[in-house]
């Protein structure tokens, strides 16, 4: 490994993916945007997004996949565009990010608590 390259965790080729996915669909995210569609926070401009098999694919905090995307953009997997008309930075993935992200799957991650009773007896 040269010194501009880390071995990326699978949350973080989710990551790619997801920006991947949205762009393929004509959308480019935010840090904010992503974060909250791979985490499933249901928000109105994310809401006709609930069905999409991406949609809270990982389980991490909106905090801690805004710190994987910087730790990216660093490592040149990511890249900054920014609108001057929108004073916004928007993110897409670089060839070296799309290379990693290559494989990966989107999956819906269903989060189920199990609930378990016991009869008390009186």
Do not use: W
């Not at 004509?26 to 401009?45: C, K, R």
């Not at 809270?56 to 008309?85: A, F, V």
Request: hydrophobic share 35%.
């Amino acid at each position: 490994m040269d010194s501009k390259s880390k071995k990326l965790k699978p949350s973080d080729k989710k990551i790619l993916k997801g920006i991947m996915h949205l762009a393929d669909i004509g959308l480019e995210p935010t840090a904010v945007g992503i974060s909250s569609y791979l985490s499933g926070d249901m928000q109105v401009e994310n809401e006709f997004l609930k069905d999409d098999a991406g949609f809270g694919c990982l389980s991490c905090t909106s905090k801690k996949i805004k710190n994987k995307i910087n730790i990216m953009i660093r490592y040149g997997y990511i890249k900054l565009n920014y609108d001057e008309s929108l004073d916004e930075v928007f993110l897409s993935v670089s060839d070296k990010g799309a290379m990693e992200a290559e494989g990966v799957v989107l999956k819906r991650n269903e989060r189920t608590k199990e609930i378990h009773f016991r009869k008390i007896n009186k």
